[in-house]
């Protein structure tokens, strides 16, 4: 999926299925604790989340539907490269009834638009070369006013396997099928990812193993 001259129409379903595969393992249930204990701490206001690199929008829909279930306020925005993502998100939001603010970002090339008390990603490490991921979470660092938030793939043999055999029950998109083991196959270690974000200066990043072969590295800003 990340072939900027990919057809929309294959990317659309790359995109489903991948939704799919996130509804399957949970990254929206990762995220939740924690942004329902901050949304708790900061008062009688939304909390403001960024979901760098949102693919279809699945992750904030499910944190959406979740605050809506427990009367949390939150105000959500999510920013991808693709046109193809942004149009899907937005529409699935639209559909949904959901409030969320979806727009076009090349997150390599420029800076992170500020203003959110957490800024997360999830699922999108793994494409990233090492420079590209340190600098990535340097730029997640400056832009969150408290916290950063990043789940992804854990590199292992069994994890390439699990992934495999999910990728294929519940996809039926080619590149779905290709880009699931090799994304594993790409990621970082939990101890690498705390080597990276060492390398970010967020030197006191706590990064957890958590089941659906994933890893959850947070960093709370201080002062």
């Given at each position: 999926?990340?072939?900027?001259?990919l057809?929309?129409?294959?990317?659309?379903?790359?995109?489903?299925?991948?939704?799919?595969?996130?509804?399957?393992?949970?990254?929206?249930?990762?995220?939740?604790?924690?942004?329902?204990?901050?949304?708790?701490?900061?008062?009688?206001?939304?909390?403001?989340?960024?979901?760098?690199?949102?693919?279809?929008?699945?992750?904030?829909?499910?944190?959406?539907?979740?605050?809506?279930r427990?009367?949390?306020?939150?105000?959500l925005?999510?920013?991808?490269?693709?046109?193809?993502?942004?149009?899907?998100?937005?529409?699935?939001?639209?559909?949904?009834?959901?409030?969320?603010?979806?727009?076009?970002?090349?997150?390599?090339?420029?800076?992170?638009?500020?203003?959110?008390?957490?800024?997360?990603?999830?699922?999108?490490?793994?494409?990233?070369?090492?420079?590209?991921?340190?600098?990535?979470?340097?730029?997640?660092?400056?832009?969150?006013?408290?916290?950063?938030?990043?789940?992804?793939?854990?590199?292992?043999?069994?994890?390439?396997?699990?992934?495999?055999?999910?990728?294929?029950v519940?996809s039926?998109?080619?590149?779905?099928w290709?880009?699931?083991?090799?994304?594993?196959?790409?990621?970082?270690?939990?101890?690498?990812?705390?080597?990276?974000?060492?390398?970010?200066?967020?030197?006191?990043?706590?990064?957890?193993?958590?089941?659906?072969?994933?890893?959850l590295?947070?960093?709370?800003?201080?002062?």
């Amino acid at each position: 999926m990340d072939d900027p001259a990919l057809d929309p129409v294959e990317h659309r379903r790359a995109l489903a299925g991948l939704a799919r595969i996130n509804r399957w393992s949970g990254s929206d249930h990762l995220l939740w604790p924690i942004i329902r204990q901050e949304a708790a701490s900061i008062g009688d206001r939304p909390l403001r989340v960024l979901d760098v690199a949102t693919g279809s929008g699945d992750v904030l829909m499910g944190l959406a539907r979740r605050a809506a279930r427990a009367g949390i306020r939150l105000q959500l925005a999510g920013c991808d490269i693709s046109p193809t993502a942004v149009a899907a998100a937005t529409a699935a939001a639209e559909a949904a009834g959901a409030n969320i603010h979806f727009f076009q970002h090349n997150v390599l090339s420029q800076p992170l638009p500020a203003g959110y008390d957490v800024v997360v990603t999830s699922l999108f490490l793994h494409h990233l070369s090492q420079p590209e991921a340190v600098y990535l979470l340097r730029e997640m660092g400056r832009a969150s006013d408290r916290l950063v938030i990043v789940n992804d793939l854990h590199r292992s043999r069994i994890n390439i396997a699990l992934v495999w055999l999910a990728c294929h029950v519940l996809s039926r998109s080619r590149i779905v099928w290709h880009d699931g083991p090799a994304s594993v196959r790409a990621a970082f270690t939990p101890g690498e990812a705390r080597e990276l974000a060492t390398s970010a200066a967020l030197s006191d990043a706590r990064v957890v193993p958590k089941l659906g072969c994933r890893w959850l590295l947070t960093w709370r800003k201080q002062g």
